[in-house]
Structures are given as structure tokens and as C-alpha cells.
């Protein structure tokens, strides 16, 4: 997911602050009044497959982990992304992702997992024995968990809709005298109360 932009709302609830924000999801969708959490998540949380960690992997330690596969690239500039696909015998895909902000080595800052391979993605998705629905799972989220189960894990999401779950995790961390914004970003969709898609992302801006 990319957080294109974000506009932070205050409310004050005496002595509580709650801070909002307003997201744009890849659908171009605009969703308001996303309630951070201000808190970050373990290495250990952001981690898939026993060794591929968001903001620590790079595409390469990706391609270690589950095979030789084709890195593509679209979009120029702030759109600039390359991305590595693969699939299960069961027809899971999980899918790469490495933005504008990836560098040269194509840091890793966005992990998506859908149920079956999409027409558009299967010209350049590679096939992986160590992909299935089983397998693909990230801060204990899979595919076909429920609503229900999703929240007890994880607790009141950010933002809930008939459609979607969002967990926005956001705290100002400094470093060599810089400050930086670090976002971790989850969305699921939701069908019939269960998780269709997982679309877990983190960023760092200054």
C-alpha cells in the first residue's frame, strides 16, 4: 500500500489525544479518519518465509528465499515501483514490492498476498513450492482468518468498513540528528467476514 498523502485531524478527548489521518490506498481509494496507533511493530512482526523482513530485505534476499524469478518496473519518479511475484500449487500469490524510496537496492517496503494469481501479474509470476495459503503468513495474518479472530489478534483496527480492516501504526523516530515519520500500514480485505487480501506496508520519511 502507498500512503500517497496524509493529513493529520486532532481530537482532544480530555486527557486523551487521538490523532487521525487521511489515507489514499493503491484503488485510489480515500479513506478518512484513520485512527493511528502509536506504536511500531518487531522485525519479528514485519517478517514472511523465515528470513524476508519489510524495510530490512531488499528484492535480492527475496529471490534467496524462494527462487529465481523477474524483477519488473513501472511509473516513473514518486510512482517509480519494481516488484517480484510468485505462486503457490494452490494458486496463493504473494507479491514484492519496492518503491520510490527503495534505492539501489531495491529495499523491500510492501508485502501483498492474494488468494489466486491475477491475469495481469501471470506473465511475470513465478511459481514457488514454498508458497501456499499455509506458508504466507505475516504477523499472523492469513489468508480466510476471520473479522472476528483478526481483531482479537490485533485489537480495534484503525479504520473498519463493511469491505476492509486498516491498522495504522505511525511514531516520530530520530536518527543522526534526523526526524523521521516511520509508518506501518495493514489492509485487509474483507468478503463474507473473511480476510481476502493482505496488503502490509512500511515506510520511513523525513
Known amino acids: 500500500m502507498k500512503n500517497r498523502f496524509m493529513v493529520v485531524i486532532i481530537f482532544m478527548?480530555?486527557?486523551?489525544?487521538?490523532?487521525?489521518?487521511?489515507?489514499?490506498?493503491?484503488?485510489?481509494?480515500?479513506?478518512?479518519n484513520v485512527t493511528q496507533i502509536e506504536k511500531q511493530l518487531s522485525d519479528q512482526n514485519l517478517t514472511i518465509?523465515?528470513?524476508?523482513?519489510?524495510?530490512?530485505?531488499?528484492?535480492?534476499?527475496?529471490?534467496?528465499?524462494?527462487?529465481?524469478?523477474?524483477?519488473?518496473?513501472?511509473?516513473?519518479?514518486g510512482s517509480y515501483l519494481r516488484k517480484l511475484c510468485y505462486f503457490g500449487d494452490d494458486g496463493t500469490t504473494v507479491l514484492f514490492e519496492s518503491g520510490e524510496l527503495g534505492g539501489p537496492k531495491a529495499d523491500l517496503d510492501t508485502v501483498k498476498i492474494f488468494p489466486s494469481l491475477d491475469k495481469k501479474q501471470s506473465k511475470n509470476c513465478t511459481?514457488?513450492?514454498?508458497?501456499?495459503?499455509?506458508?504466507?503468513?505475516?504477523?499472523?495474518?492469513?489468508?480466510?482468518?476471520?473479522?472476528?479472530?483478526?481483531?482479537?489478534?490485533?485489537?480495534?483496527?484503525?479504520?473498519?468498513?463493511?469491505?476492509?480492516?486498516i491498522y495504522y501504526y505511525h511514531t516520530v523516530e530520530k536518527s543522526k540528528g534526523e526526524t523521521f515519520d516511520v509508518c506501518t500500514t495493514i489492509e485487509l480485505k474483507i468478503v463474507k467476514g473473511k480476510v481476502t487480501l493482505i496488503d502490509f506496508s512500511k515506510t520511513e520519511t523525513n
Not at 486527557?15 to 485510489?28: Q, Y
Not at 530485505?57 to 518496473?73: F, H, M, P, Q
Not at 513450492?129 to 495474518?141: E, H, Q, R, T, V
Request: a positive charge; hydrophobic letters at 40%.
Open 49 to 77: 518465509f523465515k528470513g524476508i523482513t519489510i524495510a530490512k530485505s531488499n528484492l535480492s534476499d527475496v529471490k534467496k528465499t524462494l527462487g529465481e524469478a523477474v524483477i519488473t518496473e513501472s511509473g516513473e519518479a
Open 13 to 32: 478527548f480530555f486527557p486523551v489525544f487521538l490523532l487521525a489521518t487521511t489515507l489514499e490506498l493503491d484503488d485510489h481509494t480515500i479513506v478518512k
Open 127 to 165: 511459481n514457488s513450492k514454498k508458497i501456499n495459503k499455509d506458508s504466507a503468513i505475516i504477523f499472523g495474518l492469513k489468508l480466510d482468518l476471520s473479522t472476528k479472530t483478526v481483531k482479537k489478534m490485533l485489537g480495534k483496527p484503525s479504520k473498519e468498513a463493511k469491505d476492509r480492516l
